[in-house]
Each structure stands twice: as C-alpha cells, then as structure tokens.
C-alpha cells in the first residue's frame, strides 16, 4: 500500500490550501490517521490526526486554523488549511496506522509567502 499525498503549493498569508492523501490499496485495523509537517531547519511534527472513532486531534499551532477529516468512499484523508501563515510553510506528510503496519506518504510541499 502507498500513500500520495498532494494538494501542495504557493499560498498568501490568509489564504488556504487542501491537502489530500490517497491510499493505493485497503488498510486493515487502522488506529488512526494523522498529518505531520516539516519545516525548513526544523524537525518533523505532529499537525493533526484523526482516530477511527472520529476524534480528531490538533497541535496548538493550528486549532482553529486547520481542519482534518476522512472521505472514507475514496480512501482519502484531507487536511483543510485556513488562515494560513508564513510559520506553516513545510513539507507536510500524512501517515496511517495500524496495529501492526506505518505507512507514511511522500511528502507535499508547503509555501505561505507575499
């Protein structure tokens, strides 16, 4: 199973992006599927996840500002992004787990500049 992420780009300050990740293949028994990001200089940090109860969870740095959520027909996770800052700039990644498997995306790249 891969993960592609996509949805990436060059934004303004305030402005907003939609980030998708695609499964290639079902995942059985997932925990959760969560959005990580990394910024330049910086290491890799948890964004946002979801768990399969529905819960969702966020990093202080982006409640209320992004929004994550599944499309469980297209096997797709999304992240919603709003309100965006030159701070969120970063290669975002999702990720899907489950009791015995991690499977990481490839990476999408994010821009929030002037």
């Known amino acids: 199973v891969q993960l592609q992420a996509s949805g990436g780009g060059l934004v303004q300050p305030g402005g907003s992006l939609r980030l998708s990740c695609a499964a290639s293949?079902?995942?059985?028994?997932?925990?959760?599927r969560r959005w990580y990001r990394q910024g330049p200089g910086k290491e890799r940090e948890f964004v946002a996840g979801?768990?399969?109860?529905?819960?969702?969870t966020y990093a202080d740095s982006v409640k209320g500002r992004f929004a994550i959520y599944t499309e469980n027909a297209k096997n797709t996770l999304h992240l919603q992004m709003n309100s965006l800052k030159p701070e969120d700039t970063a290669v975002y990644y999702c990720n899907v787990y489950s009791s015995n498997q991690n499977y990481w995306g490839q990476g999408t790249l994010v821009t929030v500049s002037s």
């Open positions: 293949g079902a995942i059985f028994s997932i925990i959760g």
């Open positions: 979801v768990f399969s109860s529905g819960a969702t």
